[in-house]
């Protein structure tokens, strides 16, 4: 089993959500260009989907887990809210959203990597 980089992982969300952040940004300032179809980026999950992480039991106590009881994430539409008469697919609204939701992904993963940081440094003080 190969080691699990939790700093190679962040930094990796990290770029996807750089350029998420790029893309919404780009289909904002494209909201009145006539024919422009809403630009979105691949989710992370599909990102995560080609690290091959699995879960390991490396204890007897650990909980099994059956793949059969495995529960799929339903995959929502991302189809525009709404489309102009010029052909422009870009819901500000929508977008906004999204920069949301971007801006709470990067602030969770800066918190994740700092407290990482605190437990690596507790460890070699000790």
């Known amino acids: 089993m190969d080691p699990i980089h939790l700093f190679d992982l962040a930094a990796r969300q990290a770029r996807w959500l750089s350029t998420s952040q790029a893309v919404i940004a780009s289909n904002v300032s494209n909201a009145n260009t006539p024919g422009y179809k809403t630009q979105t980026v691949q989710p992370f999950a599909e990102v995560l989907d080609r690290t091959q992480m699995q879960l390991a039991s490396t204890n007897a106590a650990h909980l ?5 009881e495995e529960q ?11 489309t102009t008469e010029s052909g422009n697919s870009v819901s ?5 959203i999204k920069a949301s939701d ?3 992904a990067f ?13 690596l440094m507790a460890s070699v003080r000790s």
């Open 64 to 68: 099994a887990l059956d793949p059969a």
């Open 72 to 82: 799929k994430a339903v995959a929502k539409d991302d189809s525009p809210w709404e």
């Open 92 to 96: 500000i609204e929508q977008e906004m």
């Open 102 to 104: 971007v801006n709470r």
């Open 107 to 119: 602030s969770l993963n800066a918190s994740l990597v700092k407290a990482f940081h605190g437990m």
